[in-house]
């Protein structure tokens, strides 16, 4: 773990005392993925702006990706916690944020950017994110637990902000070249695709929805959203609201070239086109659901795996699983969006 020269006490010597104390913010910055000098500059001009104190800077690392740093920003004060990179920095900040009296404020960077589109904020504005972290105003979101089984019984437990996906999903974000994705962005998904889908992908899963009872389906992918938009403006999870308490599920169950053409119809052209227009919506109306498409609602999900199947949260890689348990925090987690 290491923190900026930015944190050092020389930069942060003014204390106020208890009394004319400052709000103070801390930037949790992922080096690979945002221009740091640009950032420091935006922050500066922004907290004196806005009259607060200086800001602390931390410097991601293997090592800690982010949560370690955003406890020890806490610890020190920080009344806002900015997550500058991608969507794995925001993930391991809103974990580490959960509960507390700190607010998450975004600087989206990298490809994804899945909870900045979520909540509909400017990608690729430095000046107004920062100025959102600093003049902004507070909303309290939904936060996503899961317990994680792996296959040698050994347990592990995260938050996600967006969505975790078991099945065929995952194992395509496994099968991602990170060296490719650094290169084109959501294009290296075409090649991870092509060849996630060379093998047979169908897993028989056990689940429990909020203690209904114990069912069993055949399915390639089971997502469980918070929200759900994803790039490119495919809408997923067409009725997840981050906010709502409750959790929108898609289990995709294809069978052969149809059905994945069915799915296609379904997410892109329906949810994404026809869901936008009124005219649109009264189409929908006429139109029969597909079995290819299974959606539901819940606030907790139990799946139980015949054989280990990768996992992932957030658009993120997180190994295998056999079993997962995933629950809802409602307003566990404060953002900063524009006032």
Known sequence: MTTSPAASPAESSSTPDAATALKTAAVVYNPIKVDVAAVRASVKRHEAEAGWGPSRFYETSVDDPGGGLTARAVAEGADVVIAAGGDGTVRAVAEALRGSHAALALLPSGTGNLLARNLDLTLDHLDGSV????????????????????????????????MAGIGL???????????????????????????????????????????????????????????????GNIMLLPDAAVDDGVFDIVALRPDGLLG???IWVKIVWENGVLRRSSVGRKIMAHSREVRTVRYSKGREIVVRLDEPQDFEMDGDSVGKAVAIKTWVDPGALTVRVPA
């Not at 003049?135 to 040698?152: F, M, Q, S, Y």
């Open 131 to 162: 100025a959102t972290a600093f003049r902004g105003r507070d909303r309290a979101i939904d936060l996503g637990i899961v317990d994680v089984e792996r296959e040698n019984g050994e347990r592990e437990r995260f938050a996600f902000v967006v």
């Open 169 to 231: 999903d995952a194992k395509m974000l496994a099968n991602t070249n990170p060296k490719l994705k650094a290169r084109v962005g959501w294009l290296a998904y075409v090649d991870a695709i092509a060849r996630s889908l060379r093998d047979d992908n169908s897993m028989v899963i056990r689940y429990d929805l909020d203690g209904q009872g114990r069912r069993t389906m055949r399915a390639h992918t089971v997502l469980v959203g918070n929200c759900g938009l994803l790039p």
């Open 260 to 262: 994945w053409v069915q």
